[in-house]
């Protein structure tokens, strides 16, 4: 399809295990963010990608979430010794690299961790 | 560092009448601003967009914002509020990446 896709769409796990994220960016599109979305919280910014530039870390909330995108394109969000407060939708989105373009999203990964 | 209010985390409107979503935001530089809307089950799209240019921008499904420099403000508005606007609704500011408000549940009344 045209848009933005992530999987999976739902993930269920255990406290303590890893989890990876994916997302596939629209193509063309040089800039990825990803976003946790909480209940009452919001949408917190996490990560951005913008080409080869080294990307902005600056959201992610702890050093057990990283990101890495390959190749400018698919991203992989990771989570590591997961806990009951990551649970939330993680929203991938993407643009041009215009900084005034119109991010657009994906469906988004609910993460549950019991 | 760029931030969004939006205040009121549940709206009820009445269908037929106005629906006006509130926004302030604060940046150091001249702001990009963005209202985004999330129906049930469904990911976010684009409602609208301030860049450069009229202040008052026209988005979809009847949906309208004017940016305020003067009031920080970027209030989004429908004058009529149909069954169909039930949503999620959020402001955005952006000069690098983008902030958003903690959004409006909006449920509209028959």
């Known amino acids: 399809g045209a848009g933005v896709s992530q999987s999976p769409s739902n993930k269920v796990t255990e406290k303590g295990k890893d989890v990876e994220l994916r997302c596939d960016p629209i193509?063309?599109?040089?800039?990825l963010y990803w976003y946790r979305q909480s209940l009452g919280q919001g949408l917190e910014f996490l990560i951005y990608?913008?080409?080869?530039?080294?990307?902005?870390k600056s959201g992610l909330p702890s050093d057990r979430f990283s990101a890495e995108r390959t190749g400018g394109s698919v991203s992989t969000l990771t989570i590591q010794r997961t806990q009951q407060e990551d649970s939330a939708v993680y929203l991938c989105?993407?643009?041009?690299?215009?900084?005034?373009?119109?991010?657009?999203f994906g469906p988004g990964t609910r993460l549950l961790v019991l | 560092a760029q931030s969004v209010t939006q205040l009121g985390s549940h709206v009820s409107v009445s269908e037929g009448a106005l629906v006006l979503l509130r926004c302030n935001y604060s940046?150091?530089?001249?702001?990009?601003l963005f209202w985004y809307v999330q129906y049930p089950n469904q990911g976010l799209q684009l409602l609208l967009k301030?860049?450069?240019?009229?202040?008052l921008v026209k988005g979809i499904n009847g949906f309208e914002a004017e940016f305020k420099k003067s009031e920080t403000s970027f209030h989004l508005t429908k004058p009529s509020a149909h069954m169909s606007d039930a949503a999620e609704y959020f402001c955005?500011?952006?000069?690098?990446?983008?902030?958003f408000g903690k959004g409006n549940q909006v449920v509209v009344i028959p």
């Open positions: 193509s063309g599109h040089t800039a």
């Open positions: 940046s150091s530089v001249p702001p990009y």
């Open positions: 989105a993407s643009s041009l690299a215009e900084i005034i373009e119109t991010q657009y």
């Open positions: 990608f913008q080409g080869n530039s080294a990307p902005d």
């Open positions: 301030y860049t450069t240019g009229a202040t």
């Open positions: 955005a500011v952006r000069n690098n990446r983008l902030a």
